[in-house]
């Protein structure tokens, strides 16, 4: 079972990936619970980028990790890169941590947290913590 769709205008959004979050402007966004594989109420979502006229988008099922600010400038994330090592004739970085560690969550948590708490800017959306097993209220 579908629910109908959500829609904002200009947003920054953060995901996780392997190596922490990710921050991407977007002129356009929306979305909406539905059914996929063993999850009740799954989240579907879409954005267009900025000079683009293909949306992207996906769909977060266990622990999702969605994050959506109204308008563009806000943080970045932090970089998930080390110091660099170099010896003259070439560089070598690493991350902070192994992929999918909980640490980069933990960290872009309490970043995000300061942050707002600073900036004044509006969270339309959070959805990290929101069970995808049950059916959408």
Same mark, same amino acid.
């Given at each position: /079972?579908?629910?109908?769709?959500?829609?904002? +205008?200009?947003?920054?959004?953060? /995901?996780? !990936?392997?190596? +922490?979050?990710?921050?991407?402007?977007?002129? !356009?966004?929306?979305?909406?619970? &539905?059914?996929?594989?063993?999850?009740?109420?799954?989240? %579907?979502?879409?954005?267009? =980028?900025?000079?683009? %006229?293909?949306?992207? +988008? !996906?769909? /977060?099922?266990?622990?999702p990790t969605l994050v959506v600010l109204e308008g563009?400038?806000? /943080? #970045?994330? #932090? #970089?998930?890169?080390?110091? =660099?090592?170099? #010896?003259?004739?070439?560089?070598?970085?690493? &991350?902070?941590?192994?992929?999918?560690? $909980? %640490?980069?969550?933990?960290?872009?948590?309490?970043?995000?947290?300061?942050?707002?708490?600073?900036?004044?800017?509006?969270?339309?959306?959070?959805?990290? +913590?929101? $069970?995808?097993?049950?059916?959408?209220?």
């Amino acid at each position: /079972m579908e629910t109908e769709k959500t829609t904002y +205008g200009k947003v920054t959004i953060y /995901m996780e !990936g392997a190596f +922490g979050y990710t921050k991407t402007e977007a002129k !356009g966004f929306e979305h909406w619970r &539905t059914e996929y594989a063993q999850y009740k109420s799954a989240i %579907r979502f879409r954005y267009l =980028e900025p000079r683009k %006229r293909k949306w992207k +988008g !996906g769909t /977060m099922t266990n622990k999702p990790t969605l994050v959506v600010l109204e308008g563009w400038g806000h /943080m #970045d994330p #932090d #970089d998930p890169m080390t110091e =660099e090592r170099a #010896d003259g004739i070439f560089t070598v970085k690493s &991350t902070r941590y192994a992929c999918f560690d $909980s %640490r980069y969550a933990e960290e872009f948590g309490l970043k995000l947290a300061a942050y707002m708490g600073t900036s004044g800017a509006t969270v339309l959306e959070d959805f990290r +913590g929101v $069970s995808t097993h049950c059916a959408a209220a």
